[in-house]
Nanobody, 122 residues
Framework: QVQLVESGGGLVQAGGSLRLSCAAS????????VGWFRQAPGKEREFVAT????????YYADSVKGRFTISRDNVKNSVYLQMNSLKPEDTAVYYC???????????????WGQGTQVTVSS
């Protein structure tokens, strides 16, 4: 069992940066793939980025590639999403999720946090 808590969201102007954190409980956290997803009002949840259990592999949605960076610290049981050059279309609730497979689909992730709001003003 893994419990996830996101933090770091907030209001930022376009072009600014935010760093989201996903803190996990559970001694087996280092075995899990962790992904970030987001959901904007009236839209479906979409994949943002994912990182393998040891951080050796990372994948990004085309919409964030080159602007967002996912990383993890298994000693601290945490995963991070550094978001630079933010755009108004990045506005959404951001969720972290843990699963056993590197995937871009939410169905492959078994554990989810409650989400953190990111709002980018123009």
């Amino acid at each position: 069992q893994v419990q996830l808590v996101e933090s770091g969201g907030g209001l930022v102007q376009a072009g600014g940066s935010l760093r989201l954190s996903c803190a996990a409980s559970g001694r087996t956290f280092s075995r899990y793939v962790v992904g970030w997803f987001r959901q904007a009002p009236g839209k479906e949840r979409e994949f943002v980025a994912t990182i393998s259990w040891n951080g050796g592999s990372t994948y990004y949605a085309d919409s964030v590639k080159g602007r967002f960076t996912i990383s993890r610290d298994n000693v601290k049981n945490s995963v991070y999403l550094q978001m630079n050059s933010l755009k108004p279309e990045d506005t959404a609730v951001y969720y972290c999720a843990a699963g056993l497979w590197v995937a871009g689909t939410s169905a492959k992730y078994d554990y989810w946090g409650q989400g953190t709001q990111v709002t980018v003003s123009s």
